[in-house]
């Protein structure tokens, strides 16, 4: 059998080839965060539309000690990783808590990309000199497996910022069960959830006032043109994020305004784009607590707690493996 390390993975270009040749045309959420794009979505986040951040950040400020006390079982080590570095503001909460209430744990972040592993770690090195801190650069199950051969801490798996949102339904399934293959029984998986609410506040999260998602969107196609040698000009498509409240997905299309051509020099290839045609780009799921109680069922888990923030517009939802 071949391992999971020789196993290919996809190149962008390979992604960028499929994406625009297939139809629907479609380009990956996942290649959106380059420097610039990373840029983007700290903007994002400060948005007063996109009210994510605000409502996560919320929990992990007003409900820290109960967070602490669903996490810790008396005097026992652990392990607190975290799935994606981003910019470690609310696990900053957590981790202050933890440490003034002298919980003996260490700090792991698993992150793609090295540079956001290398500024999460500087940071929280300079605001706690007394943390424990590892980092595991790579794909996240791999980095699971080879921490799971090498300690055997209890593990407390933090997944932040609804990150599974962008996954489809049967992509989040096979995450989960993936992950659960990495776990052990007494570990613990902490999820964040955007809800389904208001189909209008939804909406705005995804189409600002000030262009900045659309902004977020067009970055990609700079991406393609950077380093692909395309020449997708970016006047020539708009942004148009759409909002279905049976399936509770959020999705961002690129749509180009006109009949043309685009030549991706890197692909040796052209794509021909009919007037008005879309690019899907991005879907951004929100869930019901039934759909939540459903992944976790599907997938090997069941749920001990839920955290809402005051208006109920988003879950971290504590998974144990069943
Ligand atoms: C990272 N992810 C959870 C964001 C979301 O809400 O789906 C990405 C994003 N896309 C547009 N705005 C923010």
Redesign the pocket.
Known sequence: MQSSSAIKQNTFADDVLRGLSSAPKFLS?KY?YDDEGSRL?QE?MKLPE?Y?TRAEFEIFSTQTSEIFEAFTRANETFDLIELGAGDGLKTSLLVDYFLKQGADFRYVSMDISEEALSCLTENFKAQFPGLSIQTEQGDYFRSLEIFKSKSDRRKIILFL???I??FGKSQAQDFFRQLRATMNDTDLLFIGF?LQKDPRVILR??DDAQNV?AQ?NLNLLSRINRELGANFNLEIFSHYASYHPIEGA?R?FLISRKAQTICVESLNKTFDFAAWEPIFM?I?QKYSLAMIEDLAQTSGFEISQYFFDSQKFYTDSLWKPT
């Open positions: 959420s959106f979505f994002i996109y994510l910022g609804s990150n949102g962008n955007d999260a995804y998602t977020f959020a961002s991005e951004s």
